[in-house]
């Protein structure tokens, strides 16, 4: 017996279609159809273009080196690419975003060093880039508890009146958790100048959409907190650039908060050690491949005379540089000190810890009787 | 009582009046948001209420809804926005109303409140006060009476402090305010209306210290929040049959002031401890091994804990028999040999 509803869920009912203003076959849609939002500018989907092939050539250069047993774990956001670059497109220089694990591309496209992106992964420390510089929070891992952090974050920009906006990104699984309602609900009572980007690509793990909820779609849930909320087709950059602009204008404005999903798909497992055969066929991995933000971008670039070989070939030229500098970074040896251990926990020290960082120190040195010793003396 | 001395704050000291420990905490909070503007309060029912012990009344029409405002009642989400607020420079100082109220804030406590700094190196340290009325004899419902200390002391990268009087609340509150890391503030519900005499601004012990309360020289006896008055009613009761009991005033669990506490265990050389909480796995626990560890051989006899029993907090009617009394902490004690 299955604890979830056996009648067809509503999502396969009555989802409307998503907003897009680039179909999947590269054509514009009519004016009339595109919910009130304008086709970017060429100039600035070329760019998002750019980013959109750069930021994928780092991801499947993780993957690689990830399958190499190179770095602990990565989880890739390959098929993800629109929701994420048009996320960072869509952010201005004193904006703060809040990431998650699976959002390391929306990092490098904000401006972090592949060496400091990879710092987590690669087992250096917990995170490794510097917060303030780019204005980017540490990747959450525990799910939406980050959302809580943007709301807190917007609201303290909101009282000291600067023009601030947080842009929180979320993953389908993650708006089951109930720190993700607080943080709408939270937004949305105090009016918070935030952004929630709700990544919907399918799967919790393995876990499938229809078994998070039973609503047609994440983004009718805003209603319920009084905010506005947009269902836009993930995986046409063109759309998720045009609803993030504006509802991170709307932020700016004083407005209050908006919810977006982008129906996506996640192409890779959840992490090198998932296994999605067990979860999902082969031949729906297919289908969505064949929806490709890149490709989809490409066709209409291409069509409007935009993007010509010339540019293709330095895109991918300054995508292969990075994919260098990614694996350069790996083979530099990073300086891990044991006794760092002990140094951010507390501004005030303690005696405690200081008593157990000679521990270490003594262990260290190869002196077991110093060690022994230490260990004596902190027990006196 | 701690050393007072005025507050070097620039505060002009106020003329003596008699305070309430929620008063005295109160004071602390409005002094702390008129010396710095990046001090905000948010909570449930913290604003025009006043909190639902009056800790924070007048503030709201103090400060304004800007710095002091009710938030919709969700404790993850309180301690959540307050990460994000802290983040951005404030000095969020945060309600969970009542201990057992606080369990939904759990995750942000203590999987990004008391991680943040190390996480990140130093760079996003988390100034925040997470203020929790803690611990029973109120004749509180069930959920308002836990003792919920042992799993904020468990969890490195929180602060947790307790006074026991209206001048330790004031003191060690504008201290917790003013502390770069974050600080679990765990409040005696049954002392918010104890009351002593002071001049505030005031300034007692420092807030990672323990202090000897009253001087004994065969036991040590080692309290914190609510039952620093059952121990001193026991060294009274004591002192009557021929004992002599320090009282010691922990303040401080997290950081445990191993200095005052084995000064006074290595001249007794016998301790005991005394909390509400239940016993198993509880903060004596760690208490008792520490001491032992460190002070085996000035010791004449096992140390003690004198506790809650390991059930879930009982019903008003029943609380009496749960609570640790100077009758029941003189029993266990008078299970020592003593020669």
């Keep these: ?380 | 009582m701690s050393p007072q001395q005025a507050l070097d704050t620039g505060t002009a000291v106020r003329a003596p009046e008699d305070l309430t420990m929620a008063a005295a905490l109160n004071a602390a909070i409005r002094d702390a948001m008129v010396d710095d503007p990046t001090v905000v309060l948010f909570g449930e029912d913290v604003g025009p209420l006043g909190g639902v012990f009056r800790v924070t009344d007048g503030l709201y029409a103090e400060f304004g809804e800007t710095r002091v405002s009710d938030s919709p009642l969700a404790e993850a989400g309180i301690v959540g926005t307050a990460i994000g607020m802290a983040m951005y420079g404030l000095r969020p100082v945060v309600e969970m109303q009542f201990d057992a109220f606080s369990y939904p804030a759990f995750q942000q406590i203590v999987s990004h409140v008391a991680k943040m700094r190390n996480r990140t190196r130093g760079k996003i340290p988390l100034p925040i006060v997470i203020r929790i009325p803690y611990a029973g004899d109120i004749g509180g419902v069930e959920h308002h009476s836990d003792s919920s200390e042992a799993y904020w002391t468990a969890t490195p990268g929180l602060t947790v402090v307790s006074p026991s009087n209206p001048a330790d609340a004031y003191s060690m509150l504008r201290e917790a305010i003013a502390s770069d890391d974050p600080v679990i503030f765990m409040e005696p519900k049954s002392r918010y209306w104890s009351k002593a005499s002071l001049s505030l601004p005031v300034q007692t012990e420092k807030l990672n210290r323990a202090v000897v309360l009253r001087a004994g020289t065969d036991v040590t006896l080692i309290a914190y929040g609510p039952t620093v008055k059952t121990a001193l009613a026991t060294a009274d009761q004591a002192e009557a049959e021929g004992l002599s009991i320090e009282v010691i005033d922990l303040r401080s669990l997290s950081p445990f002031d191993d200095e005052t506490v084995g000064v006074s265990v290595r001249k007794t050389g016998r301790a005991a401890i005394v909390h509400e909480a239940a016993q198993f796995g509880g903060y004596g626990a760690e208490v008792a091994t520490r001491l032992t560890e460190r002070n085996f051989f000035y010791l004449a006899a096992p140390i003690l804990r004198i506790t809650g029993f390991d059930i879930p907090y009982p019903s008003p009617k029943l609380e009496e028999y749960f609570l640790p009394t100077p009758d029941r902490i003189l029993a266990a004690l008078s299970t020592w040999e003593w020669s």
Aim: a negative charge.
């Design chain 1, 1 to 380: 017996m299955s604890l979830n509803v056996e009648s067809t869920p509503l999502t396969a009912v009555l989802a409307p279609p998503p907003l897009r203003l680039i179909d999947d076959t590269g054509q514009a849609v009519a004016e009339n159809e595109s919910g009130g939002f304008t086709l970017p500018a060429v100039d600035t989907l070329l760019g998002l273009y750019r980013q959109m092939v750069i930021a994928r050539r780092f991801d499947v250069q993780v993957t690689a080196l990830t399958r190499q047993g190179r770095l602990a774990t990565y989880p890739s956001a390959l098929g993800q690419e629109a929701c994420e670059i048009a996320a960072v497109a869509a952010l201005a220089p004193q904006d703060w975003l809040f990431p998650t694990y699976r959002d390391s591309i929306a990092l490098l496209t904000r401006g972090v060093e592949p060496k400091d992106i990879l710092a987590s992964f690669r087992g250096d420390w917990h995170s490794g880039y510097d917060y303030h510089q780019h204005r980017i929070a540490p990747q959450a891992t525990p799910l939406a508890t980050q959302a809580l952090h943007a709301v807190g974050l917007a609201t303290a920009a909101k009282l000291k009146r600067d023009n601030t906006v947080a842009l929180t990104l979320l993953g389908d699984g993650a708006t089951s958790e109930g720190d993700a309602h607080e943080a709408f609900n939270f937004a949305a009572v105090w009016q918070a100048p935030v952004v929630f980007l709700v990544q919907n690509n399918q799967f919790a793990i393995s876990v499938p959409l229809d078994k998070q909820m039973a609503c047609r779609t994440i983004a009718d849930k805003a209603i319920g907190y009084g905010m506005p909320g947009y269902y836009v087709d993930g995986n046409d950059v063109a759309a998720m650039y045009a609803v993030v602009s504006a509802a991170m204008d709307r932020a700016r404005r004083g407005d209050g908060p908006t919810l977006i999903e982008g129906l996506t798909y996640r192409i890779e497992a959840h992490t090198n050690s998932d296994d999605p055969t067990r979860y999902r066929k082969a031949a729906d991995v297919d289908l969505w491949r064949s929806r490709d933000p890149i490709e989809r971008l490409e066709k209409y670039l291409v069509a409007q005379g935009a993007l010509t070989e010339g540019v293709r070939a330095s895109i991918l030229a300054a995508a292969e540089e990075l994919a260098a500098t990614t694996r350069d970074c790996m083979t530099e040896q990073a300086v891990v000190d044991p006794l760092e251990l002990f140094e951010h926990v507390y501004s005030t020290p303690r005696t405690a810890l200081a008593e157990q960082r000679a521990f270490l120190a003594a262990e260290l040195a190869g002196d077991a009787l110093a060690s022994a010793v230490a260990t004596e003396k902190s027990t006196r």
